[in-house]
């Protein structure tokens, strides 16, 4: 199910925020008044500077609160919670939409949460402010102001979808954990799996009838082209053989060696020197910006490569303050990598699908907040289809 709003010829549309400005760029900071500025003693700081104290007692605050990204942050915290309640009811007081079934050739735009805290004039929070508003700028801006002119079709919030009125587009059903997926089952064994990214599609299906229906539909309705067996996608690497498949990153790791000048490096046997103990303060020189930009590459690179999420979490730690001891650290997982890059994952043809998981955790590892470490890995089938490791 998705959400129809209809346009309103009675009455202007009732806006569900104080302002829309608030929406498009958050309140200017407000400026401290000057503070009274004594004679310079023994006692007391040079004129025209404020003590430490008084520093801190205008800014430790504000720098205490911050505002969630994403729903999930969000709904861990009581405040967040109620202000998303409001907001939802103020839009069905208003009755700005109805669920319902999304017609055929309709789509629904996504929607997102947006969370803001508002201060009184003396600092102190004066209310959490939670805003629902539609993915992308255009959709937001028409949503949001004017008079709607056509029925727009949305999809439930995050985290206050009704079960069992989940979106539903020509029969195929949105995933709850994954908004570029949708599944649709035919029948009691038959099922075809979409992907969305931009204006590219990938699918895979039990049927091949399922399979040359999609195909024929989207060519005909989208002017999409068939580009046959996928191969490439997004950096991933997938070789499709007769017994299974074969998914890597062969091609963007080396682009990532490439990147730093560490193609031709000697090779490492191990992602990281085990007799190394990393940490915050290690009095070392800080790092230069390449550390941010070779970690980014290492994580993404983890997508097909569990044997090095656990060290790439580590060297993740250190990205606000990176020495050059974090640094060579990432470079080391690098000259691992080079020597490792023709490794795959193997997804080989089964029929008794079995869920297997291996966690493991230490005990107060960290040098910083004596906290632990946890991982995992679960494999379904032949092969393992997700793993973590994070503190």
Aim: charged letters at 25%; hydrophobic letters at 35%; proline letters at 4%.
């Amino acid at each position: 199910m998705s959400i129809g709003i209809s346009p309103n010829k009675s009455q202007e549309p009732t806006p569900t925020s104080s302002s829309s400005s608030s929406i498009a760029s958050p309140s200017s900071p407000r400026r401290d008044s000057p503070s009274t500025l004594e004679e310079s003693s023994d006692e007391t700081p040079p004129r025209k500077f404020k003590s430490l104290r008084d520093i801190y007692e205008s800014c430790q605050f504000a720098l205490t609160v911050s505002n969630p990204i994403t729903y999930g942050e969000a709904a861990a915290k009581e405040e967040w919670q109620r202000a998303m309640i409001e907001e939802l009811t103020a839009i069905e007081k208003t009755r700005t939409w109805e669920m319902m079934d999304l017609p055929e050739g309709k789509n629904a735009i996504g929607l997102k949460w947006v969370f803001k805290t508002k201060f009184g004039a003396d600092g102190n929070i004066q209310k959490h402010k939670a805003q629902l508003v539609a993915k992308g700028y255009a959709q937001q801006h028409a949503f949001l102001n004017g008079v709607l002119q056509e029925e727009v079709y949305v999809t439930q919030p995050e985290g206050f979808m009704i079960e069992g009125k989940e979106t539903k587009q020509n029969g195929f059903l949105g995933s709850k954990n994954e908004p570029t997926l949708y599944v649709r089952k035919e029948g009691k064994n038959d099922f075809i799996i979409i992907c969305l990214y931009v204006d590219d599609i990938i699918y895979t299906s039990s049927s091949s009838s399922l399979t040359a229906e999609f195909k024929s539909r989207m060519m005909h309705e989208f002017e999409m082209s068939d580009m046959g067996l996928l191969h490439y996608f997004l950096g991933l690497e997938v070789q499709q053989a007769e017994g299974g498949i074969f998914i890597s990153q062969r091609k963007y790791a080396k682009d990532l060696l490439n990147k730093f000048g560490m193609l031709n490096c000697k090779p490492a046997t191990t992602p990281m020197n085990i007799n190394e103990k990393l940490q915050c303060e290690d009095r070392a020189e800080m790092a230069d910006a390449r550390f941010k930009s070779l970690v980014g590459g290492l994580i993404y690179l983890t997508y097909t490569r569990p044997d090095i999420a656990f060290f790439v979490g580590m060297i993740s730690r250190f990205m606000q303050h990176p020495s050059k001891l974090h640094f060579g650290a990432a470079k080391w997982v690098l000259c691992y990598i080079a020597g490792t890059m023709d490794y795959e994952i193997w997804y080989s043809k089964v029929f008794n699908f079995k869920l297997c998981g291996f966690t493991n955790n230490d005990w107060a590892s960290s040098l910083n907040d004596r906290r632990s470490i946890s991982a995992n890995v679960f494999t379904l089938g032949s092969g393992v289809i997700t793993w973590s490791s994070k503190k």
